[in-house]
């Protein structure tokens, strides 16, 4: 059995690692980052070495992802999935995690899906700035993440990928979504959606990669911006 991130990003990696692979707006302050295959690859294997070397997480640890659909957000999900880890969505029902990852504004919700587990935060900052005045015992992402090699190996033999799904069972839904939302490798997708179910993110994150296609996440649209962004990033479909 492979793991998540290596039957993703593998093929991808191999026919367009240059390429743009998630492109990312918030109109609320201007942000626009995009991010090629490498360089997402890039940041996912800093990640998986921050949760396997400093965190101790691996094959059975279950991942806590507390974070709005963003570049980073990406990262860290692909991540946890090279190391064979689980990643955990649904915390609210009383499901315990090793290991949570958050915002700032979800510390409280971290801290209750963890007990004593390791919880880290994110500042989603353009440029890397760590998040401030962070509570004793909580990992800054930004500043530990950054002095991570950004070569992994992958996990060969990982636990559940999602919610309790297997790799092959995720990998299935994300193939079954693509072809029903007719998306195709040559497609560039505007996306508004959310990734905050296992569902959600099947349907709007991982059936566009599994496909080989590129997205554009768009976080506060403004709608009077969507029209140039449609001729601007060359879409051709967008999600809802």
């Known amino acids: 059995m492979t793991n998540l991130s290596s039957a993703i990003l593998d093929p991808l990696l191999a026919a367009n690692p240059a390429g743009p692979r998630i492109t990312y707006y918030d109109d609320a302050t201007g942000e626009r980052i995009e991010l090629s295959t490498v360089t997402l690859a890039n940041w996912a294997a800093k990640t998986a070495n921050l949760l396997r070397d400093e965190l101790g997480a691996g094959p059975g640890s279950r991942i806590t992802v507390l974070l709005p659909a963003h570049w980073q957000t990406a990262a860290v999900l ?39 587990g390791e919880v880290v ?11 401030p005045d962070l509570p004793v015992g909580v990992t800054d ?6 002095v991570q090699g ?14 309790g799904r297997s790799v092959d069972d995720v ?14 490798a040559t497609d560039r997708i505007g996306s508004t959606a959310g990734w905050d179910s296992a569902d959600d993110l099947v349907a709007h994150l ?29 879409l051709t479909r967008t999600i809802p």
């Open 78 to 116: 692909f991540g946890v999935w090279w190391i064979g880890a689980e990643v955990v969505l649904n915390s609210g029902s009383g499901v315990e995690a090793d290991v949570a990852l958050c915002t700032a504004d979800r510390i409280d919700e971290a801290d209750a899906a963890v007990g004593m």
């Open 141 to 146: 992402y930004a500043t530990s993440v950054r």
């Open 150 to 163: 950004d070569q992994v190996v992958p996990e060969r033999a990982p636990g559940p990928a999602l919610d």
């Open 171 to 184: 990998l299935a839904a994300a193939r079954e979504s693509a072809a029903r939302q007719g998306f195709a």
């Open 206 to 234: 991982l059936s566009v990669y599994v496909i080989g296609a590129s997205l554009v996440q768009m976080a506060n649209l403004d709608p009077d911006l969507l029209d140039r962004r449609r001729i601007n990033e060359k």
């Open 121 to 131: 935060v994110l500042s989603l900052d353009p440029f890397g700035k760590p998040a």
